[in-house]
């Protein structure tokens, strides 16, 4: 016999009585339809006994002792356990249950765990009840034990992590993104790492630069329902202030105003514009909007200078920085002669590197 027979067999005569009754009251209905309706079946046990631990009717213990566990459950109460042909509902009392849907271990499938924490607003407080409140797992009745999650979200917190849903082990930001892409292309994405730890060119930030950083997966702020997260420049950096007369370092401009970044981010046309780090300072382009996803839009010149040319505003083009192109001479700090980026720690840090000397400007 095949095994599917085995185990058909094996829950017919676990739950005969019950289909026997359920035969009679079809063949009942069908003969005389006048006859008050039949008594409530209790399938298996009185309901009270189903949630009593003592009980043998305990349902937890049902489960422990049935040949292919809780499976065999899927048969009456769906593989979704939302109910089915018994249509009684486990999720009611377990609104997490539904997570083991077929194909809940495979992410390619519709059915896959992931999935489901997903489509439900990204919710894992219901997994606690049974895999426990750190997700270790659980001894549910003795002799059954219901396996955690950590078993296979090793990293610290378990599923927790910072790196479960976005991210990888070396970072906690993009890529992957949200979908699971990694291109800098695309939205989730972005110049992530152009700003962070990899940074080449200019000074690394941190998260908070740019978000207000969760403290943990359910802090507030963190997760809300459009899935796409939220831009604040709480920055020191994109908001420094140049051509103010409280930074005397060098004289200002009177002919240009004081530039007051005013940093903000369109999720419509994803760019980034008013920001001090982008071009909004003296001498720089304050026009310049870099596109979020477009690495072709922070080109050499694109912040300060123009096209590849990375030189500053001259006189001629209302500005007042010199006119030479050999930045290393004065910029020697920051720059070779090649205009190579040398010391991106003193590059977009919000400070002038002026022959070897970090000052405001
Ligand atoms: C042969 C079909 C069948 C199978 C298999 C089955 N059940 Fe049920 N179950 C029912 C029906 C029908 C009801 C609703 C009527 C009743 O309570 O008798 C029910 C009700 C329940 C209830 C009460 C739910 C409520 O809302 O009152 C629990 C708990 C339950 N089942 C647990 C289990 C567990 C655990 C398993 C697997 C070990 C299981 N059942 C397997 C048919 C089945
Ligand atoms: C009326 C509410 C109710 C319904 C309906 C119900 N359960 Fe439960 N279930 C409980 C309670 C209460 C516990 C006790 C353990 C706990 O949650 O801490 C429990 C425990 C469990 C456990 C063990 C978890 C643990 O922490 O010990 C499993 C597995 C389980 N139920 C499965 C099912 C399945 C499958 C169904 C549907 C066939 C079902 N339950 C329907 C209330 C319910
Ligand atoms: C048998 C191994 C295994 C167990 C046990 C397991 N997971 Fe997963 N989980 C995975 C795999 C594999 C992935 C997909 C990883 C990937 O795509 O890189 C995943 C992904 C996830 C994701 C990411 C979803 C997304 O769309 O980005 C969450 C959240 C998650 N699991 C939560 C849990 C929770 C909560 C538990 C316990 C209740 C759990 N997992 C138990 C293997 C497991
Ligand atoms: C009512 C109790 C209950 C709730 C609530 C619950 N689980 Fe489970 N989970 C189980 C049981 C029991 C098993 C073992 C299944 C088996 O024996 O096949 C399990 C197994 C798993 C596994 C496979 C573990 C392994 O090592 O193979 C994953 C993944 C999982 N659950 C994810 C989740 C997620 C995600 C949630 C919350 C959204 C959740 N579960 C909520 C009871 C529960
Ligand atoms: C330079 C600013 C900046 C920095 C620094 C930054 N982010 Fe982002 N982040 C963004 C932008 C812009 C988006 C895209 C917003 C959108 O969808 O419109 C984004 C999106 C995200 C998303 C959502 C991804 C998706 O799939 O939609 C996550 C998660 C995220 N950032 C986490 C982080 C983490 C963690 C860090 C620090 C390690 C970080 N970010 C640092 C600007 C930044
Ligand atoms: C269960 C999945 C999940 C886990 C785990 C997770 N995140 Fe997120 N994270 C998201 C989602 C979804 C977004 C998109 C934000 C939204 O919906 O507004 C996001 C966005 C972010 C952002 C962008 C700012 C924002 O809130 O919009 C930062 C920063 C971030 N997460 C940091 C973290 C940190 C730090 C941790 C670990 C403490 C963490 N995340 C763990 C799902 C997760
Ligand atoms: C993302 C915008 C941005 C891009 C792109 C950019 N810069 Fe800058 N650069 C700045 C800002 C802002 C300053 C102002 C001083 C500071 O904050 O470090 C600056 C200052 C400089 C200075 C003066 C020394 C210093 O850092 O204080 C030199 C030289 C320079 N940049 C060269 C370059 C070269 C060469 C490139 C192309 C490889 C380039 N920059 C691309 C934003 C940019
Ligand atoms: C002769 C010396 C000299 C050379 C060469 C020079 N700079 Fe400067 N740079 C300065 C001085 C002086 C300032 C401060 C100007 C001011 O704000 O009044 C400055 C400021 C800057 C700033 C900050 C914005 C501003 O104008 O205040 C940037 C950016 C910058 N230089 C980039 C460059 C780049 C790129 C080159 C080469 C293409 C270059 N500089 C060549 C002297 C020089």
């Known amino acids: 016999m095949i095994n599917s027979e085995i185990r058909m067999i094996k829950i017919l005569y676990r739950y005969s009585s019950?289909?026997?009754?359920?035969?009679l009251i079809a063949a009942c209905s069908e003969l005389n339809t006048d006859i008050p309706p039949a008594p409530k079946v209790n399938t298996h046990g009185d309901s009270d006994s189903l949630y009593s631990p003592t009980s043998p009717n305990y349902h937890v213990k049902t489960i422990a002792d049935s040949p292919n566990g809780w499976d065999d459950c899927k048969e009456c109460h769906a593989a979704d356990f939302s109910g089915g042909p018994s249509g009684a509902a486990c999720n009611g009392c377990h609104p997490g249950i539904g997570a083991h849907q077929t194909g809940y271990l495979d992410p390619s499938s519709k059915g896959f765990h992931g999935n489901f924490i997903r489509n439900n607003g990204w919710d894992m407080i219901s997994c606690h009840s049974c895999h426990g409140p750190k997700y270790a797992g659980k001894v549910a009745v003795p002799d059954y034990t219901i396996p955690g999650c950590i078993d296979c979200h090793t990293y610290y917190g378990g599923p927790e992590n910072c790196t479960t849903c976005h991210g990888s082990s070396t970072s906690n930001a993009p890529p992957r993104d949200l979908d699971g892409n990694t291109s800098n292309t695309s939205r989730g994405v972005g110049a992530h790492q152009a700003h962070l730890g990899a940074n080449v060119n200019g000074k690394s930030l941190t998260c908070n630069d740019c978000h207000v950083v969760p403290g943990g997966v359910y802090s507030h702020g963190h997760i809300d329902s459009d899935n796409r997260a939220e831009i604040i420049f709480y920055s020191t950096i994109a908001n420094i202030i140049t051509n103010d007369e409280s930074s005397p370092s060098v004289p200002i401009d009177p002919n240009q105003p004081t530039y007051i970044p005013a940093p903000v981010y369109n999720p419509a046309d994803l760019t980034c514009a008013n920001t001090y780090c982008h071009g909004y300072f003296k001498n720089g382009?304050?026009?310049?909007?870099?596109?979020?996803?477009?690495?072709?839009?922070?080109?050499?010149?694109?912040?300060?200078?123009?096209?590849?040319?990375?030189?500053?505003?001259?006189?001629?083009?209302?500005?007042?920085?010199?006119?030479?192109?050999?930045?290393?001479?004065?910029?020697?700090?920051?720059?070779?002669?090649?205009?190579?980026?040398?010391?991106?720690?003193?590059?977009?840090d919000g400070l002038l590197n002026l022959f070897g000397n970090d000052i405001k400007y």
């Open 18 to 23: 019950f289909l026997l009754a359920l035969i």
């Open 285 to 348: 382009n304050v026009d310049n909007k870099p596109i979020w996803n477009d690495p072709s839009t922070s080109q050499c010149g694109s912040c300060h200078g123009d096209g590849s040319n990375p030189l500053p505003k001259t006189q001629s083009q209302g500005g007042n920085h010199p006119g030479s192109n050999n930045c290393s001479v004065c910029h020697g700090g920051v720059v070779d002669a090649t205009q190579k980026i040398i010391n991106p720690s003193k590059h977009i």
